[in-house]
């Protein structure tokens, strides 16, 4: 079992940057994969980013390469999200997720525990 808090969510204007953070309490934070997912109103849920257990590979949605960077610091057991060049369109409830075992899926059912979810605005 683990317990994922979200902080550092936000109002930032279009072209700015923000960084969200997820600490997991509980044992062996360096056996689930993590991933950040985000929900806008009345959409699905939908994956951001994912960084496999020992942070040697990351994956990223399209809309978000180049922009946003995921890492993880397992001594800390934490993940972030660096999210530069927001725009209006990633305003969203940002969620992080964990996933016992390999790989970085992308489907969100395919996570075991998630967070409550940070609120990202950006303004225009």
């Known amino acids: 079992q683990v317990q994922l808090v979200e902080s550092g969510g936000g109002l930032v204007q279009a072209g700015g940057s923000l960084s969200v953070s997820c600490v997991a309490s509980?044992?062996?934070?360096?056996?689930?994969?993590m991933g950040w997912f985000c929900q806008a109103p009345g959409k699905e849920r939908a994956f951001v980013a994912g960084i496999t257990l020992n942070g040697a590979s990351t994956y990223y949605a399209d809309s978000v390469k180049g922009r946003f960077t995921i890492s993880r610091d397992n001594a800390k057991n934490t993940v972030y999200l660096q999210m530069n060049n927001l725009k209006p369109e990633d305003t969203a409830v940002y969620y992080c997720?964990?996933?016992?075992?390999?790989?970085?899926?992308?489907?969100?059912?395919?996570?075991?525990?998630w967070g409550q979810g940070t609120q990202v605005t950006v303004s225009s």
């Open positions: 509980g044992r062996a934070f360096n056996s689930y994969a």
């Open positions: 997720a964990a996933r016992i075992g390999a790989g970085i899926p992308t489907m969100s059912r395919s996570y075991d525990y």
